[in-house]
């Protein structure tokens, strides 16, 4: 009977592997040369908005805890990263805010990132650049929002030369909460802006759209995200997958 479960669970698990596999392949193509090598106590920081916040403690400083990393994609990708570089000892921070826009990211970047001096930087951020125009009288544009992002990539790594970027790419997964077509082709503009600048300044790209789209073809989309935009537990575990694509 022993024998039997064990064999149901490990044939589960590699069923869970090969869903989540699949759909990373048809999605993230990360040139070996471009993927990050982890030196030790290699600081690494998540940056971004409320999907990279996740219900965080902020009054939590030490990093590789649970309290600081939130509940979301940063919590789950930290802990396979620390489990499978454990030889390196790296140093995890996740310093995302819920309701940011690119500006604010900014209004606190000394503090929040250059002080923390990461070697591996990655931020989601550029959904509410958009979304707030409809919903919080925000009157930002496209061409604000890529300004805005590639001062802030230029500051990053003039501050900090040898940094490692990875870029997520904005996204919002249509016909869950108030993500409809009104949202396109508009956001489909943000979400070229952070590929664009990912190119521009040799960042890894996890391309967060094309991910969701891939997944709903084996889940519908309130299975992956609760509204459009904040990742279920699914989903956080989907982007989490594909972010630790960015190392070797």
């Known amino acids: ?3 039997r479960s064990f064999l149901k669970k490990t044939a589960f698990t590699g069923a869970v592997l090969g869903l989540t596999d699949s759909i990373i392949a048809s999605t ?3 040139r070996s040369s471009s993927r990050i ?3 030790e106590n290699a600081i690494i920081l ?3 908005d409320s999907i990279t916040d996740a219900g965080r403690n902020r009054a939590v400083k030490t990093p590789n805890s649970s309290p600081m990393m939130g509940s979301g994609y940063a919590v789950l990708a930290a802990g396979a990263l620390l489990h499978q570089y454990a030889a390196k000892r790296p140093i995890i921070y996740n310093k995302g805010i819920s309701g ?3 500006f604010q990211l900014d209004k606190r970047w000394d503090t929040d990132c250059i002080q923390i001096k990461p070697d591996v930087l990655s931020i989601l951020i550029g ?3 958009f979304w707030h125009t409809k919903t ?3 009157t930002g544009t496209v061409a604000l929002y890529e300004k ?3 001062a802030l990539l230029k500051r990053t790594v003039d501050a900090l030369p040898h940094v490692k970027l990875i870029i997520g790419e904005p996204y919002a997964v249509k016909g869950v909460g108030t993500v409809n077509d009104s949202w396109f082709p508009a956001f489909d503009e943000y979400r070229a802006v952070a590929q664009k600048l990912a190119d521009e300044f040799n960042a890894v790209f996890i391309p967060c759209q094309k991910l969701y789209a891939e997944a709903q073809k084996h889940a519908p989309a309130s299975y992956w995200t609760h509204d459009g935009v904040h990742a279920s537990l699914a989903g956080a575990q989907l982007m989490a997958h594909a972010w630790l694509q960015a190392f070797v």
């Open 1 to 3: 009977m022993e024998r």
């Open 136 to 138: 919080d009288s925000y």
């Open 148 to 150: 805005d992002y590639r």
């Open 37 to 39: 090598q982890l030196k």
């Open 127 to 129: 959904v509410n650049d």
């Open 46 to 48: 998540f940056q971004g």
């Open 28 to 30: 993230v193509n990360i």
């Open 100 to 102: 940011n826009k690119v």
